[in-house]
């Protein structure tokens, strides 16, 4: 192991461990809020199930306004309502608010994605049988999506990966944030490479196992 690596051993596991939790915090925000909102958004279009312009047009401008804003403008719009929710702006647990906030919408847009990708056929076929909404939603679409579920899931991940770099200027930190103060600002080319390639691996590994695991489910 490099000596400069050695020498900053125990911050960039502080920062790897930040990373970690604000990215982890942004895949449970996807998928418990995400999912739903990403199904909610696919089931009120016209001609589906529960068509209901009102709530689509709501939810999709929602969803486009989160997504259209510079992240770092959002992390600093948001900063009222993460002293509120939080009690502070600043560290690691609030630079996590709006990162969920990004990941439900981000991932909702995936979701509704893939679930257009269902042939028509099926959900016809589930309701003429008898199906009820939630029976469609559980046995049929998300089985027949389950793949374009999981590649969503993995593109929005490292999506988070990338957001969670910004996160320094609430005091987030993070293996971004090191390698820009300890890096960048202080002049230490070498380590800010070196973090800069465990990221590039991290990315990966994690494009890797979304693969993997999508082509497994995947009885197409």
């Not at 999709?60 to 992240?71: E, K």
């Not at 593109?155 to 990966?161: D, K």
């Not at 609430?170 to 300890?182: L, P, Q, T």
């Amino acid at each position: 192991m490099p000596e400069i690596l050695i020498q900053y051993e125990a911050e960039i596991w502080g920062a790897i461990g930040e990373t970690f939790f604000m990215v982890g915090v942004a895949i449970l925000a996807a998928v418990l809020v995400g999912l739903p909102v990403g199904t909610l958004l696919y089931l009120c279009r016209k001609d589906h199930l529960l068509e209901n312009r009102a709530v689509f047009s709501t939810v999709n401008l929602l969803v486009n306004t989160i997504r259209s804003f510079p992240f770092l403008l959002l992390v600093v719009f948001l900063i009222p309502f993460t002293r509120l929710i939080i009690g502070t702006a600043i560290g690691t647990a609030a630079a996590s608010v709006p990162m969920a906030i990004i990941a439900i919408a981000h991932y909702s847009r995936f979701v509704e994605q893939s679930l257009l990708e269902v042939p028509k056929g099926v959900i016809e076929a589930a309701v003429s049988m008898g199906a009820s909404v939630k029976a469609v939603i559980f046995k049929f679409l998300f089985v027949e999506a389950r793949s374009g579920l999981v590649l969503g899931l993995t593109t929005s991940t490292i999506s988070f990966i990338s957001y969670s770099t910004i996160m320094g200027v609430v005091g987030g930190g993070g293996i971004g944030d090191f390698a820009i103060r300890y890096g960048y600002q202080q002049y230490k080319t070498d380590l800010m490479m070196y973090v800069i390639v465990i990221m590039v691996i991290l990315v990966q590994l994690i494009q890797y196992t979304g693969t993997t695991v999508s082509r497994m489910i995947d009885k197409r």
